[in-house]
T-cell receptor, first 111, second 113 residues
Framework: GQQVMQIPQYQHVQEGEDFTTYCNSS?????IQWYKQRPGGHPVFLIQ?????EVKKQKRLTFQFGEAKKNSSLHITATQTTDVGTYFC???????????FGSGTKLNVKP | DAEITQSPRHKITETGRQVTLACHQT?????MFWYRQDLGHGLRLIHY???????NKGEVSDGYSVSRSNTEDLPLTLESAASSQTSVYFC????????????FGQGTRLTVV
């Protein structure tokens, strides 16, 4: 069945360092979405990528969708303590109208 | 403003009891989902619905049921609560195409003792 894998599981960085999390799907996706969950909170939608090879930026966050629409990445430049949380990717399958969530990457930023 | 709300936010129940968690959304979304979140497992899909009278099983549906009698609500019922069902439960809704992402409720922390 459909699987979305996400690495790494955990990442500890010093404030100011960069951070990247990767998402890989076993099948082609119609779109990929990214969410952030703060400690004790609920997942919050960040962005959606639809086109093959698409790149989108939100301030220090850069999102990429692979050419084959099977992988994606989120890169944070110069992390801040406000970036702490778990980042999830979610694929919306071509044949199934539901979200396949990756296992998430928990980011800790040391001041 | 449109929103999605879950109740209760916290619940402690005894093994074997039936429990219902409420989810109400005012986005007028057709899609609604229930997930559970446990350490090391991310978000796992329990049940989902594409519209009124439609329900589908997710990857961890055993011991749970849902019903969709209107667009706004998707209550989740634990037929006979078990300690393994201690978890944080999230309800979410989205447009039919998934465009714009899923909107999550605040979550319900359920403890089965």
């Amino acid at each position: 069945g459909q699987q979305v894998m996400q690495i790494p599981q955990y990442q500890h960085v010093q404030e100011g360092e960069d951070f990247t999390t990767y998402c890989n799907s076993s099948t082609t996706l119609s779109n990929i979405q990214w969410y952030k969950q703060r400690p004790g909170g609920h997942p919050v939608f960040l962005i959606q990528l639809v086109k093959s090879g698409e790149v989108k930026k939100q301030k220090r966050l850069t999102f990429q969708f692979g050419e084959a629409k099977k992988n994606s990445s989120l890169h944070i430049t110069a992390t801040q303590t406000t970036d702490v949380g778990t980042y999830f990717c979610a694929g919306f399958g071509n044949n199934f109208n539901k979200f396949y969530f990756g296992s998430g990457t928990k980011l800790n930023v040391k001041p | 403003d449109a929103e999605i709300t879950q109740s209760p936010r916290h619940k402690i129940t005894e093994t074997g009891r039936q429990v219902t968690l409420a989810c109400h959304q005012t986005w007028n979304h057709n899609n609604m989902f229930w997930y559970r979140q446990d350490l090391g497992h991310g978000l796992r899909l329990i049940h989902y619905s594409y519209g009124v009278q439609d329900t589908n099983k997710g990857e961890v549906s055993d011991g749970y049921s849902v019903s969709r009698s209107n667009t706004e609500d998707l209550p989740l019922t634990l037929e006979s609560a078990a300690s393994s069902q201690t978890s944080v439960y999230f309800c979410a809704s989205s447009e039919s195409s998934g465009a714009g992402g899923a909107f999550f409720g605040q979550g319900t922390r359920l403890t089965v003792v």
